[in-house]
């Protein structure tokens, strides 16, 4: 049966056999670690989503916060706090008192896939949390961090990958529906960006500069609205 779509996050949730299984080990090894599926992070009614891929084996799957003690979270909590989003820069530990301004984050995936690979089945599974999310508290713009989160994106307000690529910096406006049905809201635009992961800040295929460029174009979006 389809998830029920009210339910935004279920820290229980086994419905990926591979993925639950992974974590039963990964628990085993590392009896500190959340090794669960890891909750978004932030307000419910920000106007800002920022959607990553999935949580990283010693970073969020570790602390139980998207983004943080990996080094994806370097670069991402730096630029939030550089254009107002975030009290501060850091992100190694869920207790730092880092609080999000107008912003939340999730993944895709919420649970760590081996490889940091999750499969297309899972992430069709696992959409329905991501649709929950933009159904019962929809944000003004979407930052996709990366390819698959651009298409759960997509994936969750029942649009076609087809009609809108992804590109880094890339603009969409989208209609706002939810399982192919539209929601009678103002529509939703999703911002496009590489992955502020290790790979690609090394080696430049993303710079600071040009993660910072989306980031001040998402702000100053979001103030005009307003």
């Given at each position: ?12 949730c ?32 920000a106007?800002?989503?920022v959607v ?12 139980g916060?998207?983004?943080?003690g ?16 975030a009290s501060?820069?850091?992100?190694a ?16 995936v ?13 992430i069709?599974r ?11 508290q929809p944000?003004?713009v ?7 989160a ?17 590109g ?9 529906r ?5 929601q009678?809201?103002?529509?939703l635009?999703?911002?496009?960006s590489?992955?502020?992961?290790r ?26 609205r307003?």
């Amino acid at each position: 049966m389809p998830r029920d779509h009210s339910i935004a996050f279920d820290s229980n949730c086994r419905d990926c056999p591979r993925l639950a299984a992974f974590l039963d080990e990964v628990r085993t090894e590392n009896p500190g670690y959340y090794a669960k599926p890891v909750p978004p992070f932030g307000a419910r009614d920000a106007e800002l989503l920022v959607v990553g891929l999935a949580p990283g084996m010693h970073g969020a799957n570790r602390t139980g916060r998207p983004f943080t003690g990996d080094y994806a979270g370097i670069l991402l909590f730096e630029t939030l706090h550089a254009c107002g989003f975030a009290s501060h820069k850091g992100s190694a530990d869920p207790n730092d008192g880092l609080k999000l301004i107008n912003c939340r984050i999730s993944n895709a995936v919420k649970c760590l896939p081996p490889q940091n690979k999750p499969e297309t089945a899972e992430i069709k599974r696992c959409n329905s949390y991501l649709a929950a999310e933009l159904a019962l508290q929809p944000p003004k713009v979407v930052l996709a961090l990366g390819s698959i989160a651009h298409q759960a994106v997509l994936l969750a307000l029942g649009l076609k990958l087809r009609d809108h690529a992804f590109g880094h910096h890339a603009v969409h406006d989208l209609p706002r529906r939810i399982q192919g049905k539209q929601q009678g809201l103002p529509d939703l635009r999703l911002y496009d960006s590489y992955h502020c992961s290790r790979y690609n800040t090394q080696t430049k295929r993303l710079t600071a500069a040009m993660f910072r460029a989306v980031l001040d174009d998402i702000r100053r979006d979001l103030e005009g609205r307003r």
